[in-house]
């Protein structure tokens, strides 16, 4: 889904990433279930969710920023 | 033998031809096999059947263009690109955002990749239609990293 958000939207950058053969990233963000979805590096959850509760957490993301603006990235 | 059986390759040629509009290109960044062992230094495991996976997959459509850089002779191309690693790819089309890869599409990534491929050629997807108002709405850039497994 996180694909095809980049596909609609020039703002949103997706990465897929194989994280048995990045397991640095993979430690880095603590990926111990898949999917894994981190978002700005400052939201993040785990499993295939509906498009709607997707969304609401990029929804979160976008206003995390808005009040974050200029901070240091943030640990969830 | 194939990295892709042939009843899929079928299979995958046909849904090319009756969904895609136009071009994709993948751009691939890998590194060449090394015939010298370095102490400390991690070879990668996995280009080189990305590469043919990557290969296999582009000659499935004469939409579909697949170009392959060294990493380490691309270094400025991969950066702009957002690339820093390999294997990784990104494609290009039609996608108004950045699509990339990280490591082999394999197992259920690989039918999510061939999906990508058709969105990225027509430039839209299936999402509903509040999330592409929600899209829509972005002033922002989001960048959405998802962690996947071969199985």
Do not use: W
């Amino acid at each position: 889904m996180a694909h095809q958000m980049a596909v609609e939207s020039e703002h949103v950058t997706a990465d897929v990433i194989e994280a048995t053969e990045f397991p640095d990233l993979a430690r880095r963000y603590r990926v111990r279930g898949v999917p894994k979805i981190v978002v700005n590096d400052s939201v993040e959850f785990v499993g295939a969710l509906p498009e709607t509760d997707y969304v609401a957490y990029l929804k979160s993301a976008v206003s995390r920023n808005g009040d974050d603006s200029g901070a240091e990235e943030q640990e969830s | 033998m194939g990295m892709i059986p042939e009843r899929d390759s079928q299979t995958i040629r046909e849904h090319f031809s009756e969904n895609m509009t136009g071009d994709v290109e993948i751009i691939m960044f890998t590194e060449r096999p090394s015939l010298i062992i370095v102490p400390g230094r991690e070879t990668c495991e996995t280009c080189e059947d990305t590469r043919k996976l990557l290969e296999e997959v582009s000659a499935l459509s004469e939409k579909v263009r697949l170009t392959v850089h060294e990493l380490v002779a691309a270094r400025e191309q991969a950066g702009d690109l957002g690339i820093d690693r390999v294997p990784a790819f990104v494609l290009k089309g039609a996608a108004k955002g950045s699509v990339r890869f990280f490591g082999m599409p394999s197992g259920y990534e690989f039918s999510a990749f061939i999906g990508d491929l058709v969105d990225a050629s027509n430039g839209e997807t299936d999402l509903s239609d509040d999330t592409r108002a929600f899209l829509g709405t972005l002033t922002e850039d989001l960048h959405i990293k998802v962690f996947t497994t071969p199985s």
